[in-house]
């Protein structure tokens, strides 16, 4: 079990160019979660899959933000036409669906820098 | 609604205590605890669910008071290796959201 790989680790692109990140979880865990996180701020959610089901997207997120999971397995965030605001390290998370007894298991996030 | 963290930053030498709060304004349904290392992801810490049971990890333990709302995060004799960044995460909801809300953190020091 290598852990939650996330790619790349650092991206730099310009203004209203579109970006795509992926997330690959432990295999063994069926939930997958994306948060984005901002320097002094905690993690902040975007959206989670059960299995291959998107379950949930924040209210907070515009329509340039699509996540997909097909099969199941790795995960893909997109996000069209960046903007500077979305400059931000962007975080991938596992875990088992027994939320009782399991917490997350995180990524080493990619680090999106919008110029 | 964003849990708030208290203190924002401790600083401890070597050896001494420090206990973390975290309160929200939202019935709970469970609290998690991370810590973050500079530059590294969130490390799950531990869990604790509606119900006031506390847990130890250590010399890391935490508590949960479901009335109030509030979880403390208790850190005993610390190591240098506690250094980091905690953050307490928040399920709201009597049957849960499905999904954490976390604080702004706290930012742990300790020095030799």
Sequence with gaps: ?115 | QQPVQSPQAVILREGEDAVINCSSSKALYSVHWYRQKHGEAPVFLMILLKGGEQKGHEKISASFNEKKQQSSLYLTASQLSYSGTYFCGTEEGQGGSEKLVFGKGTKLTVNP
């Design chain 1, 1 to 115: 079990d290598t852990g939650v790989s996330q790619n790349p680790r650092h991206k730099i692109t310009k203004r209203g160019q579109n970006v795509t990140f992926r997330c690959d979880p432990i295999s063994e865990h069926n939930r997958l979660y994306w948060y984005r996180q901002t320097l002094g701020q905690g993690p902040e959610f975007l959206t989670y899959f059960q299995n291959e089901a998107q379950l949930e997207k924040s209210r907070l997120l515009s329509d340039r933000f699509s996540a997909e999971r097909p099969k199941g397995s790795f995960s893909t965030l997109e996000i069209q036409r960046t903007e500077q605001g979305d400059s931000a390290m962007y975080l991938c998370a596992s875990s088992f669906s027994d939320r009782k007894n399991y917490g997350y298991t995180f990524g080493s996030g990619t680090r999106l820098t919008v110029v």
